[in-house]
T-cell receptor, first 109, second 114 residues
């Protein structure tokens, strides 16, 4: 079957670095997405990886290993506004997104 | 309009009533999606449409129907609402000709069925 696993909750300190892991199993693969979702709001696109390696975009980076079915989202220089849920989603062979339940990131001062 | 709009923002509905959630996008995206999001669960696909005039069933289609008469609009109808349909509903769209296949989301509709 198709499945996405990511931790339910993580806590980190303002100014620090945090890595959110995601493992996936899909029927076919057309890319791995990370979205940010603040409480009560819609998910917003953060990153997309389809090839192995690291994609850097400002304070946020995303990594993909297709052979391991593994991705992570790295957030540097954490700010209080980064407190949100981070959703991992893999696109299957039908171009449908399979979603993880999300990781709630709590930032402490 | 810029992006995707959904209406209503929130609604309280009596069980057994019919309800249509509206979704409109102005980005000329080919594909559109309806998801529901429940606490502790990932986004679950209800129905999708890859292009105007076509629709398909997602993971949790029972009790819901959709239509795609044109590119911009993708309404979701609950024929006879039940309490288990209490959820937050998100509409999304994707440009199938784009380089990243990114889905963009509307602001959501919070539906409570009593």
């Amino acid at each position: 079957g198709q499945n996405i696993d990511q931790p339910t909750e993580m806590t980190a300190t303002e100014g620090a670095i945090v890595q959110i892991n995601c493992t996936y199993q899909t029927s076919g693969f057309n890319g791995l997405f990370w979205y940010q979702q603040h409480a009560g709001e819609a998910p917003t696109f953060l990153s997309y990886n389809v090839l192995d390696g690291l994609e850097e975009k400002g304070r946020f980076s995303s990594f993909l290993s297709r052979s391991k079915g593994y991705s992570y989202l790295l957030l540097k220089e954490l700010q209080m506004k980064d407190s949100a849920s981070y959703l991992c989603a893999a696109m299957d062979s039908n171009y449908q997104l399979i979603w993880g339940a999300g990781t709630k990131l709590i930032i402490k001062p | 309009i810029a992006g995707i709009t959904q209406a209503p923002t929130s609604q309280i509905l009596a069980a057994g009533r019919r309800m249509t959630l509206r979704c409109t996008q102005d980005m000329r995206h080919n594909a559109m999606y309806w998801y529901r999001q429940d606490l502790g669960l990932g986004l679950r696909l209800i129905h999708y449409s890859n292009t105007a005039g076509t629709t398909g069933k997602g993971e949790v289609p029972d009790g819901y129907s959709v239509s795609r008469a044109n590119t911009d609009d993708f309404p979701l109808t609950l024929a006879s609402a039940v309490p288990s349909q209490t959820s937050v509903y998100f509409c999304a769209s994707r440009n199938t000709g784009g380089s990243t296949d990114t889905q963009y989301f509307g602001p959501g509709t919070r539906l409570t069925v009593l």
